[in-house]
């Protein structure tokens, strides 16, 4: 497909790969679970899981049935793990897919015993642990039935997790609990053929101990740490796997005094050299990026006035020619901007920032 705009993310699927050898040594004798959720955090999730799988990994997970059914429609045909809640409808679904679910409460159980068909294969069931994120997930104290109750009825009790909440924190008040309680569980789980998998991104990161059977890595996988207090102590290297371009369409000089864009929120306090991006908030560079630097030669420049649908202006430090390369996340020159800059400008997580760039801006993939 052609693609006219020149506004694009370019996806480094060596550096996803890189990133996926750094977690394999840091797991140990642990598999690696690649998740590729929401079109693998807006990487694209097809290109990604096909590299994934290139490069080893025999398991992925995503959040929804849709995800997982997209992917077996797509040729994607290792271990899927939905990490969130399934209908009934999706049942007998995922057991002609072979796809596993997570057993999330003791009435979803009992409502997916019903639902399964007999003739088919067993349901596959991770049985997902709520220790302490009080999302998702059977309380501790009611394992033993929820697993008497798998082993009582057409499933394959293939695998035991939960999630931390606050893995990436220094504060590890809650996660030690909820370290405590997993514990326990696992304890009184003595068959070796369930998988254990406790960790995500943060945790494997921070407590390597705590790899049991396989660890969940999810936006380290392309680059990304979880926070900034883990990205201090972290002693791995990640590499980002995602940068964003565009080019100028349109250069003009802007007197002094003379207001840009909606709403006037910006006037030129001298004649100044303005240009014209093809990128806006439809492609997923939020309004609440107005003040926001990008790269030109190398050299940082302020978006200025309201960013708009479609586009937005930026001032220059001089005229530059139409079709000037322009990078808003990643590297030019000496210079770097990182997804985590858009975060602190937008007052969210680094994890949102890929997730909102929209299927307008096309993934071009290297």
């Known amino acids: 497909m052609v693609n006219y705009r020149p506004t694009k993310a370019i996806i ?22 690649a998740v590729v959720k929401a079109d693998a955090y807006g990487h694209g999730v097809v290109e990604v899981s096909q590299r994934a799988i290139a490069s080893g990994i025999r398991f992925l997970a995503v959040a929804t049935p849709d995800e997982a059914l997209f992917l077996r429609k797509q040729g994607i045909d290792t271990r899927l793990l939905v990490l969130g809640a399934t209908p009934e409808a999706f049942i007998p679904v995922a057991q002609q897919e072979e796809i596993t679910l997570a057993a999330i409460s003791l009435a979803w159980l009992e409502m997916a015993s019903k639902a399964a068909n007999p003739k088919l294969r067993p349901l596959k069931i991770h049985l997902k642990i709520d220790s302490g994120m009080r999302r998702v997930g059977v309380f501790p104290e009611d394992t033993e039935q929820a697993i008497n109750f798998i082993r009582q009825n057409h499933f394959s009790f293939d695998g035991l997790f939960t999630h931390f909440a606050t893995a990436d924190e220094e504060s590890g008040a809650l996660f030690q609990q909820q370290v405590k309680e997993m514990r326990a569980v696992i304890a009184s789980v003595s068959d070796p053929s369930v998988m254990i998998h406790v960790s995500n991104s943060a945790a494997a990161i921070m407590h390597p101990d705590l790899a049991y059977d396989g660890v969940r890595i999810g936006i380290s996988l392309y680059g990304i740490a979880p926070s900034a207090y883990v990205e201090n102590q972290m002693a791995i290297g990640l590499t980002p796997a995602m940068s964003l371009e565009t080019e100028i369409v349109h250069v003009k000089k ?9 709403g006037a929120t910006y006037r030129a306090k001298e004649d100044e050299w303005i240009a014209t991006l093809p990128i806006g908030y439809a492609d997923g560079m939020l309004r609440g990026l107005q003040g926001q630097e990008v790269l030109v030669r190398g050299m940082r420049m302020p978006v200025v006035g309201r960013i708009c ?24 020159g000496n210079e770097q901007i990182r997804m985590e800059e858009w975060a602190e400008k937008l007052d969210t997580i ?17």
Do not use: H, W
């Open 350 to 366: 680094p994890y949102e920032v890929p997730c909102i760039l929209t299927k307008r801006v096309p993934r071009i993939y290297c």
């Open 254 to 262: 802007v007197k002094a005094g003379e207001a840009l864009s909606y």
């Open 12 to 33: 480094d699927l060596a550096a996803i790969e890189k990133n996926l050898e750094v977690f394999k040594k840091q797991a140990g004798k642990a598999e690696v679970i």
């Open 309 to 332: 649908m479609d586009q937005c202006m930026v001032k220059l430090t001089e005229e530059f020619p139409i079709g000037e390369k322009v990078t808003l996340i990643g590297k030019q």
